[in-house]
């Protein structure tokens, strides 16, 4: 059974990077035929795709544009876990942060969220 | 693809009928597998999104058969046939045709 659990910070002050891990059991990262997506949900703005990452013959990424410019994904194939980085954070960043499996294209497994708060 | 759910909220007593839409601007449909790629979620307060079915109509597995999916290209439903209390919740439709997906504002299904 694949079991996606979320980890990192509640609150984040502005302007700093926002930090989540999600590690994975019951699959590998390196799963050629799965991608690692991060999606968050807001009141304002509904659930909203961040991005990808997957591995084929080497790890590769896909990113919402809007976010492209703050948003790095790093696998770590050691510990089967994909961490989020969102660089310069703002209050409209605050958001229940998700990390979800993707195979055979549908988003079948979810982690259990995390509830970032962007605030001085 | 923006995907737009109608109604936004829906009140349908114990044992009756709901129906929620979901249409694309554009459509989702793979040709080369003849495949939709459009999920529908339910989500209950504090919990992450379920999926309910994929590809448009396939239920995944461990949902009740009360629950079902149908369309194609750009207009889809959601049909819960006798709604049980357990099934008020936002409902959520989403697209992984091409990246960026997206999801529908969501439908608040209620008890009448």
């Known amino acids: 059974q694949v079991h996606l659990q979320q980890s990192g910070p509640g609150l984040v002050k502005p302007s700093q990077t926002l930090s989540l891990t999600c590690a994975i059991s019951g699959d590998s990262i390196s799963n050629n035929l799965v991608a690692w997506n991060w999606i968050r949900q807001s009141p304002s703005r509904g659930l909203e795709w961040l991005g990808r990452?997957?591995?084929?013959?080497?790890?590769?990424?896909d990113y919402a544009e809007s976010f492209k410019s703050r948003i790095t994904y790093n696998p770590d194939t050691s510990k089967n876990q994909v961490s989020l980085q969102l660089d310069s954070v703002t209050p409209e960043d605050t958001a229940v942060y998700y990390c979800?499996?993707?195979?055979?294209?549908?988003?079948?497994?979810w982690g259990q969220g995390t509830l970032v708060t962007v605030s001085s | 693809i923006v995907m737009t759910q109608s109604p936004d909220s829906l009140a349908v007593s114990l044992g009756e009928r709901a129906t929620i839409n979901c249409k694309s601007s554009q459509s989702v449909l793979v040709s080369s597998s003849n495949k939709n790629s459009l999920t529908w979620f339910q989500q209950k307060p504090g919990q992450p999104p379920k999926v309910l079915i994929y590809?448009?109509?396939t239920r995944e597995s461990g949902v009740p058969d009360r629950f079902s999916g149908s369309g194609s290209a750009t207009d889809f439903t959601l049909t819960i046939s006798s709604l049980q209390a357990e099934d008020v919740a936002v409902y959520y439709c989403q697209q992984y045709y091409s990246s960026p997906y997206t999801f529908g504002q969501g439908t608040r299904l209620e008890i009448k």
């Open positions: 590809w448009a109509s």
């Open positions: 990452t997957y591995y084929t013959s080497k790890w590769n990424n």
């Open positions: 979800a499996r993707q195979f055979d294209s549908y988003f079948g497994y």
